[in-house]
């Protein structure tokens, strides 16, 4: 397994480029709210097939100093091609995508794209 570097900030947008529920690989999106008031995120799936946009996951509340994991998987299952697309519309939060594989075998992180948190 291996990580990637950590942010420097919250942000209210993040862009995860890659991901997999197909093949057997295990997708998650993982949103932390580090700020001392709760935040409200939409998150959107790109798929080969289009966008994905679960209601749940739409207006999603975020304690203050948690983090809420989403199988990407329950929501968009089977597709070799996901990205992610994270959008707090109240305060700011941090974002990364960790993926397992081969029977959890493998695994890999990778923070966010943030363009507001360089």
């Known amino acids: 397994a291996h990580d990637s570097i950590g942010a420097t900030s919250p942000s209210a947008n993040w862009y995860l480029a890659e991901g997999s529920t197909g093949g057997g690989m295990e997708t998650y999106v993982l949103v932390q709210n580090p700020n001392t008031t709760e935040a409200k995120v ?41 990205s992610t697309a994270v959008e707090a519309i109240q305060g700011t939060v941090v974002v990364e995508r960790a993926m397992y594989g081969n029977g959890r075998a493998w695994a890999h992180d990778s923070i966010g794209y943030s363009p507001w948190s360089w």
């Open 42 to 82: 939409n998150i959107v799936f790109q798929t080969g097939d289009g966008e994905k946009a679960p209601a749940p996951l739409q207006g999603l509340t975020i304690q203050p100093f948690t983090r809420y994991t989403i199988k990407v998987n329950d929501w968009v299952p089977d597709e070799f091609n996901v």
